[in-house]
């Protein structure tokens, strides 16, 4: 069982909005403490762009994309969706779900890539005028 699925990405024009969602196995699920998205566009490095701990549901977001995306999640679907507003040609990546299935850790960081044990295959947002 595949542990994460994203789908939703599309080709939109400038001022548009995606909601890509994050389906996590009903393995995974239980196990999960935080989910992340992020991006990494050609040329680039990869870049987070939103994170939240699942049990408090605390979400974050990257100063790139405040005021644009939102994070939320929907506990009876194990999915975790980022509505992306508003977007911009810089937008334009493989977005990536990652999830954070580890045990006994402290000092977790929603920002940080190393923090996370899993990815799902990514999901390609293209934002053209």
């Known amino acids: 069982q595949v542990p994460l699925v994203e789908s939703g990405g599309e080709s939109v024009q400038p001022g548009g909005s995606l909601r890509l969602s994050c389906e996590v196995s009903e393995y995974t699920w239980p196990k999960t403490v935080m989910v992340g998205w992020f991006r990494q566009a050609p040329g680039k490095e990869r870049e987070v762009v939103a994170g939240i701990y699942l049990l408090a549901d605390i979400k974050n977001i990257a100063d790139s994309a405040k005021g644009r995306f939102t994070i939320s999640q929907d506990k009876s679907k194990n999915t975790v969706y980022l509505q992306m507003n508003s977007l911009q040609p810089e937008d334009t990546a493989m977005y990536y779900c990652?999830?954070?299935?580890?045990?006994?850790?402290?000092?977790?960081?929603?920002?940080?890539?190393?923090?996370?044990?899993?990815w799902g295959q990514g999901t390609q947002v293209t934002v053209f005028s």
């Open positions: 990652v999830a954070d299935t580890r045990l006994g850790v402290a000092g977790r960081s929603w920002s940080r890539l190393s923090d996370y044990d899993s």
